[in-house]
């Protein structure tokens, strides 16, 4: 290895990462509140209920989509960068990443007006769903370069790439509604500011990519698609199960709630509102799991399992007391 590859990527100690991310956090999540109350009141219900269901999905449907192969990320960076596999282990898995979003991206356009009924109940509305589409799009790619940066435990700029995210969103939003602008121009902002928020992670992988350790061996690829996809499979029926039950509560109310369209939009709009707060723990909780993961895959791949047991049972101590006393 050389000198140059021992400083590349230097990872942040979990101490300065947690601080940093909870410091991020807690204002990116204040300015994602203040953003979500002020879409409320510059929305109507029916409105405010179809961009709930167009931030949802948008969001949700990326993991399941793309069977869980990006979040697999955080748990084989590790063990295949100290081996000097990792450019071919990241190839691989942006290939099958394009790839499986370029289908969905083909199916979606294929056939808008089924997707306008499922997310909207409006299968005549194709504009929406080209904004969903491209919204979709954007997600994919912050997704595989956000999974590979806090593999990479580079969590400032994980951190900052979330932070962008949901400034620009909120300036770009605010200002679009303020405007008079539109519920696609709406969904369309989301996509541009989530294109916008990979900019640091992609200066920080330019810059640490070519010091990375490279091994004279020949890539095993068989191998790693044995040894990583029941990981990414677990992964993806986990989230296909969480988010589908995040979602189905949405689902019911605008298909199935007596009272048209109309009715079930403005009571999916109102059931936003009345979760921004939850909301917001949760997503706390989601953002800390996602930074613990790869210090605990470096010390397990270090032969450190006490460390790990320590270390679990130190975070779900203090996440315990966090929430408890919020």
């Known amino acids: 290895t050389s000198p140059t590859a021992k400083r590349s990527f230097v990872a942040d100690s979990l101490a300065t990462g947690m601080l940093v991310m909870l410091a991020m956090t807690v204002i990116q999540r204040g300015v994602g509140f203040l953003r979500g109350i002020w879409f409320c009141r510059l929305l109507d219900d029916a409105v405010l209920g179809q961009w709930s269901m167009a931030y949802d999905f948008a969001v949700m449907v990326t993991p399941i989509m793309l069977l869980g192969l990006p979040g697999s990320l955080p748990r084989y960076v590790e063990h295949y960068r100290v081996r000097g596999h990792l450019r071919a282990l990241v190839r691989r898995l942006m290939i099958a990443t394009v790839v499986l979003g370029l289908v969905f991206f083909a199916m979606l356009i294929a056939a808008p007006k089924w997707f306008g ?46 932070f962008t995210q949901g400034v620009t969103f909120t300036i770009l939003g605010v200002s679009w509604l303020s405007c008079g602008g539109g519920l696609a121009g709406l969904i369309a902002t989301f996509g541009v500011a989530t294109l916008v928020a990979m900019v640091p992670g992609l200066i920080s992988l330019r810059s640490g990519w070519r010091g990375l350790p490279q091994s004279d061996d020949e890539f095993d690829a068989p191998s790693m698609w044995q040894r990583l996809l029941p990981y990414a499979a677990a992964l993806w029926a986990m989230n296909l ?56 895959t470096a010390d397990w791949e270090a032969g450190r399992q006490q460390r790990v047991r320590d270390r679990m049972l130190q975070v779900l101590f203090a996440i315990a007391s966090l929430f408890t006393a919020g």
């Not at 504009?127 to 590979?148: D, R």
């Not at 995040?246 to 403005?266: E, K, T």
């Open 117 to 162: 009924w499922l997310v909207f109940s409006e299968p005549t509305n194709v504009s929406l769903v080209y904004s969903v589409g491209f919204s979709v799009v954007a997600v994919v790619a912050f997704s595989f370069v956000n999974q590979l940066v806090s593999a990479l435990r580079q969590v400032r700029v994980v951190s900052t790439m979330q």
């Open 241 to 296: 199960l969480i988010n589908l039950f995040f979602l189905s509560d949405r689902y019911m109310i605008l298909h199935l709630l007596p009272g048209g369209d109309g009715g079930g939009q403005a009571a999916v709009g109102q059931y936003h509102s009345g979760r921004i707060i939850p909301a917001l723990l949760m997503s706390l909780a989601t953002m800390i799991s996602g930074v613990l993961m790869p210090y605990l």
